[in-house]
């Protein structure tokens, strides 16, 4: 008999036929399940078994209890499953009823045999009290902002939509998909994009999952926002009316030049592009116009030097929510066509998400070449002498060259944010300085508080004497 025959066996058989030694296993096994599942989102606080004795362990259990045990059971014994609802067949209905209380699908059988249900029943959490009566729970407090009740509002007016395997969660999958969806305007795509910047935090709220949260945020969570960390409503609240203002007014591809002073930023991490993307806008803003092509049926066909032309979709308003901004669509437009060539190159697997796909971070080399096509010449600032990047320097930026710095991991230096990159504008020999820009447009070198710019505005554009420059700065990269 094979280990997991030996098992099932022992799940299954009836306390009285066991030795004392294994009624005791049994049993300890049983209530541990029980202990774990006491934290899953079915709200019902289970009681340890009494001492075995009696019928099956199983049989003691009401319904939903019985669910629970066998679903965390399936998580673990996945192959053994089928054979256990054969053995009860009664147990299919009872663990449709589980994972609409919020359990998750332990097996791709008991999935499929649960479809109909999902779309058939509302779903509905109950607690237990002492004496097996079920009561509703008392609900969480209902967030005070209104920004933040607008989001909430939108999400599960959404939830059913943007919920394509019907299992309750919103996985980050799902809202990858529903980001691309042209049909999700207005506050629909505002709370759509700030669902998917906080899925994670959001997805903790309620303890709905055995082990870690990670399958998505369900409708349980969502009536927990009220109750959750301060810091997180305010989040939310302030992101859900700053991503609104973000996609307001951008109809048009161009509003006048590209303006390097525009780009900002979004929510992926692709500050690599953007270095690079704003000192060719400074440079030469004509190749930015010249690497777009409006094909006036909703797409874009973009060129990057040295790369096959690439054709893209409209930016949706959930995407452009999320991605970088300018003085028009250009920016969004080339971060999406950007990313969709990062998922072209990927030689093992790529994200779903072009805009994942791009901001998956980069080297001052991948900086320069995906603007330019060009290769490029890095110098670690800590092996470098003063006089040689000084002299690389005026020569890179006089020849209207791109020229990029960053900064390794670590600690924030005098304000700068660690881990990013920067553009180099421009180098003045006379005074010695450096300026540089943060794609974020703002965060920038502080003065002595060591909260203000040291300049007195924070546009993410500052000045460097270069000695501070090549202390602060890890490395600088020069287009050849």
Known sequence: ?????????????????????????????????????????????????????????????????????????????????????????SLDAALSDFVIRGGRAPNPEVTDAMVQAYASRQATTLTRTGEGKATTPTPAPAPSDPNVQQFISRVKANFAKWDKNKDGFLS?????????????????????????????????????????????????????????????????????????????????????????????????????????????AKTDPGAIKRMIKDNQNGTYTVTFPGRKPVTITAPTEGERALSSSGNGLWVAVLEKAWGTVCQDESWLFSDKNPFEEGGSGGWGNRSIHSVTGKDSDTDILLLTSKSTTRN?????????????????????????????????????????????????????????????????????????????FCSLFSEVTYEN
């Open 392 to 468: 690389k320097l005026e020569k890179a930026l006089k020849n209207g060259k791109l020229v990029v710095a960053c900064i390794y991991a670590g600690k924030d230096r005098q304000g700068l944010p660690a881990q990013h990159m920067y553009s180099v504008l421009a180098f003045d020999r006379a005074s010695d300085r450096v300026t540089l820009r943060n794609p974020w447009g703002h965060t920038e070198v502080v003065g002595q508080d060591g909260r203000s710019p040291r300049d007195g505005q924070d546009d993410g554009i500052f000045q460097l004497s270069l000695d501070e």
């Open 1 to 89: 008999m094979s280990a997991v025959q030996e098992r099932l066996e022992l799940e299954l058989s009836p306390v009285s036929d066991l030795s004392p030694t294994l009624q005791s296993e049994r049993l300890g096994y049983f209530n541990s399940l029980l202990e774990s599942v006491g934290s899953l989102r079915t709200g019902l606080p289970l009681a340890p078994l009494q001492p075995p004795g009696g019928p099956p362990v199983l049989s003691k259990l009401a319904p939903p209890e019985r669910a629970a045990v066998v679903a965390t059971w399936g998580d673990v014994h996945r192959e053994e499953l089928p054979p256990l609802l054969q053995q009860d067949p």
């Open 172 to 280: 980050k999958d799902e809202l990858k998909d529903a980001l691309k969806d042209p049909s999700n305007v207005g506050q629909d795509a505002i709370a759509l994009a700030t669902l998917y910047k906080f899925v994670d935090q959001l997805q903790e709220l309620s303890d709905d999952e055995l082990g870690r949260e990670r399958s998505g945020v369900t409708l349980r969570d969502l009536d927990r926002v009220g109750s959750a960390e301060p810091q997180l409503q305010q989040k939310l609240g302030a992101n859900f009316q700053y991503l609104g203002s973000k996609v307001q007014g951008q109809t048009r591809l161009f509003e006048g030049e590209p303006d390097w002073q525009s780009v900002r930023q979004g929510s992926y991490g692709n500050c690599y592009f953007l270095a690079a993307l704003v000192g060719k």
